[in-house]
């Protein structure tokens, strides 16, 4: 094994990236999802509004999730959010009747953030928008070979961040 490598892909004889070549591929990564976001997510809602990141993010997270609820805790680690900023957060899209907070019946620490009716047809709205966009933006410029490779490196790179 060579020095930085962790020994999870196998050595294909090529030369290991130098320390530059690191640092700008991941520095590409940031400016293209920095670059992309506002397409993404602008203009997305029912009313013609931006979106937030973090919003989408909650929200999406809630709709994809079977009983539309999960942990606050968890939402605020997944939306990379400290505690207090995702409360923030959860403040916001509670008083816009988004979501509503239920505690758990079998340990009182855990706090489940839930999607309501509201907020699942809001979503429902803005991710019919922003799937179109990334038709446009995402699967136009990689195709469906290159979509289907970027979520393999990204699901990749977040599962040995967990590990």
């Given at each position: 094994?060579?020095?930085?490598t ?10 290991p990236?130098?320390d ?6 991941w520095?590409l990564?940031?400016e293209?999802?920095?670059a992309l976001?506002p397409a993404l997510l ?5 009313d013609g509004?931006?979106?937030?990141g973090p919003?989408?993010?909650v929200?999406i997270?809630?709709?994809r999730?079977?009983g539309?609820r ?20 959860a ?8 979501l ?5 019946d079998s340990?009182r620490r855990?706090v ?9 047809a809001?979503?429902?709205e ?11 933006h995402?699967?136009g410029p990689l ?6 490779q970027?979520?393999a490196l990204a ?7 967990c590990?």
């Amino acid at each position: 094994m060579t020095a930085g490598t962790t020994g999870a892909r196998p050595d294909t004889g090529a030369e290991p990236p130098s320390d530059d070549d690191l640092i700008t591929a991941w520095g590409l990564v940031h400016e293209a999802v920095n670059a992309l976001q506002p397409a993404l997510l602008g203009g997305v809602t029912p009313d013609g509004r931006d979106m937030a990141g973090p919003w989408f993010e909650v929200l999406i997270r809630l709709q994809r999730t079977p009983g539309h609820r999960l942990p606050m805790s968890r939402l605020a680690r997944e939306v990379s959010l400290s505690t207090g900023g995702f409360t923030k957060l959860a403040d916001r899209l509670e008083r816009e009747g988004y979501l509503e907070r239920e505690s758990c019946d079998s340990d009182r620490r855990v706090v489940y953030a839930t999607l309501t009716e509201t907020g699942l047809a809001f979503i429902g709205e803005v991710r019919v928008k922003h799937v179109e966009r990334l038709r446009e933006h995402v699967l136009g410029p990689l195709g469906s070979d290159g979509v289907r490779q970027l979520a393999a490196l990204a699901r990749t790179l977040r599962d040995s961040a967990c590990h």
